[in-house]
């Protein structure tokens, strides 16, 4: 069996036909970088241990497409691990494992791929999660896209932990962990070679220790979301709908950075509905928002957290926004393709 | 907002980016055909029940990206379920919830999309598993090929059960379920248009029930796998390798169908290195062989089932087969390529 060339080497359709060569990549590189007590097992799955007394579950999927694969402040080996931490965290829960499938397109350069997974090790080690299990396929050159990575998360939320999006009441406060649009704008702006790369970089992290030490302080809080896909004014838009309630935002105390303002202006785009990949957005009861604001900006990944509106009783559903103006409008769902493979 | 032309329209690009395109196709499809109250919960991710007390959790996860996307006995959309479903079983778990991430290739036609997923439901139904969380992804024409899906299973496994590839000892039977390469050589038989598909068929089915009843009349059980890609010479081989012992088959035990030997004849192909999907293999103690045996032949999944060989001393961990006409040949891992894309 030849070695495999890490410097030179390309994905072969052979590395995903269930051989030797098959064999070689994932111990060479997956189980080499991801190594841990429960991939180690070596058989098709993970047994893991039972979860603590009166926990519930969470799992919850994401398979990340993101063109290109490289960008400031991260690459799809990290956001894969980031995404889906996310969304466990989301759910109130403690994120613990993740399972990780690859579909590499003949001909991407092993090199590359290493990076890439060597990232998502470190992000699981920083994030606490173990890659417990996963999978590699090969499609033919032009039937892919280099990598794309689904990753599963399981996590336990313990007792007495309620979140969802069907909870938001008339009166609840909104809050936000930081700037909104880093991610998409940065992911757009290199795609488009716009110039503003150097100053711009994704916000890609885990948020789960974040969600933790809110969690903690303030118990009776709602809902967690992170802004993804749509950004903030779908996630609203989506919570409105849940719980059938309005939202009313006030858009002179969303942050937003200046050189995100500006390249959003230039490109024709709203930082609302542009996605972020390590913030999110927490709605509470009205007397506990002031502690938890200053929860968040105590945590280094909530320091510019904000109060950014409330919800508010609305037959129709509708998210609206007072503008730094003083004007009113609304923000409806993104209706049109804003920024195709972002995450 | 359009509505859904379910006959004649295709996945755009929009219908994946985060906004009101993507919701109306997750809840016009993915939503309605895979109701459940875990899915319905409609948050990023599900909060699932505490598992039976003393168990352990059981994860897997496979990338699906076969093609063709429909063959003779199924499609991408059964095979999605039935793959992981297996892999979870074949830790002796009983698999209770999946999680389906799809990445669709702009211009797919949303008709086939839409048998595709329900397949799955049905697949999933037949399983007595719940898709609990989902993700849907879109990418450039060129970009993908289709439809892939990876789904994520999760399941518990009782007190007592210890399976794994590592339990092999000299002197244990190795069992398969049924006719080996039915799902390989029907793929390949189609893809290159031989002829023999209207005899030939795909063999995916999920096993769950088939190893729940192996493992209740024989919980000395010590290693259950399916044999998918690289085929029955590459899962003995790999378990041949962790248990660190030696494998003897007898060839003419081994359940072949005769369409399927004609058909690897005429594509040089032997049949024990071509994927299963719907087929098991078993390694127990000799002294339950004879009554496992006869437990999956009372099994309408198990019916063709055949003691095949047995675990050998060997410090060279070979696997080796005495042939028809009473030879002996070494049965190596797969090292070319041989079927891409069978799963």
Chains 1, 2 share one sequence.
Not at 53 to 80: E, Q, W, Y
Not at 235 to 244: F, M, P, V, Y
């Amino acid at each position: 069996m030849a070695r495999i060339d890490w410097n030179k080497g390309r994905v072969e359709m052979i590395h995903g036909s269930g051989g030797r060569a098959m064999q070689q990549l994932i111990s060479e590189l997956f189980a080499a970088e991801f190594s841990n007590d429960y991939l180690n097992q070596g058989n098709d799955g993970a047994v893991l241990p039972q979860p603590p007394a009166n926990s519930r579950l969470v799992m919850a999927t994401d398979a990340h497409v993101i063109s290109p694969l490289f960008f400031p402040g991260g690459d799809i080996g990290c956001l894969s691990v980031h995404g889906t931490v996310n969304d466990v965290a989301m759910n109130g829960a403690v994120p613990l494992y993740l399972s990780a499938a690859f579909v590499l397109e003949e001909g991407y350069p092993l090199a590359d791929l290493k990076r890439i997974v060597q990232s998502m090790a470190t992000a699981a080690k920083d994030a606490g999660v173990a890659i417990v299990t996963g999978d590699t396929k090969v499609v033919e050159q032009g039937k892919g896209d280099g990598v794309f990575i689904t990753t599963t998360g399981l996590g336990y939320v313990a007792e007495g932990i309620e979140l969802s999006g069907a909870n938001a009441k008339p009166g609840d406060k909104i809050l936000v962990s930081g700037f909104m649009g880093d991610h998409g704008v940065t992911i757009l702006s290199m795609r488009e070679s716009l110039g503003f790369e150097s100053e711009l970089q994704s916000d890609t992290q885990a948020l789960h220790d974040l969600t933790a030490a809110m969690l903690e302080a303030v118990p009776t809080l709602k809902c967690l979301r992170d802004p993804t896909r749509g950004g903030l004014a779908n996630t609203l838009n989506e919570i409105a709908h849940q719980s059938g309630v309005g939202v009313h935002l006030q858009e002179a105390q969303i942050p937003v950075k200046p050189v995100v303002a500006s390249a959003c202006e230039f490109l024709g785009l709203d930082p609302l509905y542009v996605a972020n990949e390590g913030k999110l957005l927490a709605i509470c009861p009205a007397g506990q928002a002031e502690q938890l604001l200053a929860v968040m900006r105590a945590h280094p990944k909530g320091a510019d957290a904000a109060i950014v509106g409330e919800i508010t009783e609305d037959p129709n559903h509708f998210v609206q926004m007072t503008t730094k103006f003083g004007g009113r409008r609304m923000v409806d769902w993104l209706n049109g393709e804003q920024l195709p493979r972002i995450c």
